[in-house]
């Protein structure tokens, strides 16, 4: 199993080192593709020094030492790399050494694999940053359930979220053929703050991956508070609203042109609207109500009760409706679930006729 690790890089100093050494600890590791995002810090020097050293490490930039973004620095990777597989690890991140460890079992196994995924955990570099993920994360392992039976064929719809409590998987965990890539014009959307989902989600409709190491993390997200997963959930949150409005409304265009499937588009336009309705900087009640009055099924949504308490706030009349909205859903799914057990059984009738 030959790999080509793509690492874009942008203030990296103090991190980049330690990702590189993970890298050559790998044996399966054969290119170390590193691309300067045109940051002013020591991060070159570093990688200079180490590439003097290993020959398997490559430097590139973007012409003119450009600052394009992690999107388009992973895309010139992905265009320079020159292995079979492709793997992708932030410049403050690391692999541990079991990173490729079952992979090669599950691609061996599964010939007609594009690819595998697998958990990723979490280092923390200090305190504050450790409390800052906690008030926005549960777990510190990032991975996809494997009681919800991930295969090739439900991973697309698991992955927006239409199959409940399916997990999810990020691009350091991520094992992918550099030909599927390639060969379904797959590329980072530029000026995207959530270039990576968009990335997997489309990966997970063109291509076959299989869940490789779901329960150990192969790889470890450096945190602290100058990264991207801390300094988002510090900044505006409209701000923050609107960045996944864009993915999800792209993520739905894209859904139309590719034709692939009323159920998976409509519930990706349903999100893109939720996150359009949260971005507004001036919510106004009859905003929403006029929004429910066209889209009733919007009450009934997972997503409701964030949008009520935005738009209605927290008052005792305002808390009173969402706990009447709460009980109506809660009866309405009681209801729903004993109907469907009755058409279940009748049908297991019929059978036995």
């Avoid at 973004?69 to 690890?89: D, H, M, V, W």
Wanted: with cysteine; net charge positive; glycine share 4%.
């Amino acid at each position: 199993m030959n790999v080509s690790v793509i690492i874009p890089v942008y203030n990296g100093e103090k991190f980049i080192e330690k990702a590189i050494s993970s890298c050559l600890q790998l044996s399966e590791v054969k290119e170390i593709v590193l691309v300067d995002d045109g940051y002013k810090d020591r991060a070159k020097e570093i990688i200079q020094e180490l590439a003097g050293k290993h020959p398997i490490i490559k430097l590139y930039e973007h012409p003119n030492n450009e600052n394009r973004g992690a999107g388009a620095s992973r895309n010139l990777g992905i265009e320079k790399a020159t292995q079979e597989y492709i793997a992708f690890l932030d410049a403050d991140d690391f692999f541990l050494p079991n990173r490729f460890a079952k992979d090669k079992e599950v691609l061996q196994r599964h010939p007609d694999a594009d690819g595998c995924y697998n958990a990723i955990g979490c280092f923390f570099y200090s305190d504050t940053a450790k409390d800052i993920f906690f008030k926005h994360f549960k777990s510190e392992i990032t991975t996809v359930n494997l009681l919800a039976n991930p295969t090739p064929e439900n991973l697309f719809r698991g992955r927006i979220g239409l199959i409940p409590d399916f997990g999810h998987f990020s691009l350091d965990g991520l094992t992918v053929n550099r030909n599927c890539i390639l060969s379904n014009k797959l590329t980072f959307p530029i000026s995207s703050m959530h270039e990576d989902t968009a990335f997997i989600i489309k990966l997970a409709y063109y291509a076959r991956l299989y869940p490789s190491e779901l329960t150990i993390p192969v790889t470890l997200r450096g945190v602290h508070e100058q990264n991207r997963i801390t300094e988002n959930y510090q900044s505006n949150r409209i701000k923050q609203y609107h960045n996944q409005f864009k993915l999800w409304n792209q993520l739905y265009d894209w859904s139309v042109e590719e034709s692939i499937g009323k159920t998976e588009t409509n519930y990706l336009r349903k999100i893109a609207n939720f996150y359009r309705l949260l971005s507004s900087r001036s919510p106004k009640p009859k905003e929403l109500i006029k929004e429910i009055l066209s889209h009733p099924r919007l009450l009934f949504n997972d997503y409701y009760p964030q949008l009520h308490t935005t738009y209605f706030g927290n008052s005792l009349i305002a808390s009173f409706l969402l706990r009447v909205r709460n009980d109506l859903t809660q009866l309405l799914t009681k209801l729903l679930k004993k109907h469907n057990k009755s058409v279940s059984n009748n049908k297991d009738f019929e059978k036995t006729k």
